[in-house]
């Protein structure tokens, strides 16, 4: 199959409809968790209006700036690699050809990004699955109940990483064989 992509001078069709469908999935996610952000900023506010202005505190108020904070890193990461905002030692990288850059993006996505995200979900279920179990809260009181829900993010965002780092390698393995991709922002 790679063969034959070198002779067109587009990436396959099925490659970009791929990469398409799964940077719009993350696309949505991305955006959806960015009013996440705003949320967060007002519950924040209120809560330290009402701690320094009213010597009044919730825990539960407390707690849902935890949880919110956690789904914004966690659903947004996917978003994140699309957008190619991930921390990298760029002071090589950046200075390297384009097609040198895509090696190191395959390789990357290959031997880190997929198994890191499998041990992730595949250590995480027992977990998630233990806390839905027994329907697991806060253990403060006034907490948040329902932390299980939470914890059943953690598998299901690192999911829509491992299909970004999917889209990610399509698009690379494109740009090493010198084929163009419909992604004006692959490498």
């Given at each position: 199959?790679?063969?034959?992509?070198t002779q067109s001078k587009h990436c396959p069709k099925t490659?970009?409809?791929?990469?398409?469908?799964?940077d719009s999935v993350n696309e949505f996610v991305g955006k959806a968790v960015s009013w996440l952000t705003f949320l967060l900023v007002i519950f924040v506010t209120i809560d330290v209006i009402m701690r320094y202005g009213f010597n009044i505190s919730f825990v539960a108020l407390e707690e849902l700036h935890w949880h919110l904070y956690a789904l914004i890193f966690?659903?947004?990461?996917?978003?994140t690699l699309k957008q190619n905002g991930h921390v990298r030692v760029d002071v090589i990288y950046q200075r390297l050809p384009r097609?040198?850059?895509?090696?190191?993006?395959?390789l990357g996505t290959l031997f880190f990004l997929f198994p890191g995200c499998y041990l992730v979900i595949k250590t995480s279920i027992p977990f998630v699955k233990a806390s839905w179990m027994m329907h697991e809260g806060s253990p403060d009181p006034g907490g948040?109940?329902?932390?299980?829900?939470?914890?059943?993010?953690i598998p299901i965002s690192f999911a829509f990483?491992?299909?970004q780092g999917v889209s990610?390698?399509?698009?690379n393995?494109?740009?090493?064989?010198?084929?163009?991709t419909k992604r004006k922002d692959e490498v």
């Open positions: 199959m790679l063969p034959a992509m490659f970009n409809t791929i990469i398409e469908c799964i966690l659903l947004g990461a996917g978003y097609r040198a850059r895509a090696l190191i993006n395959v948040l109940p329902a932390r299980y829900l939470l914890k059943a993010v990483l491992a299909l990610m390698l399509l698009t393995i494109c740009v090493l064989f010198g084929l163009d």
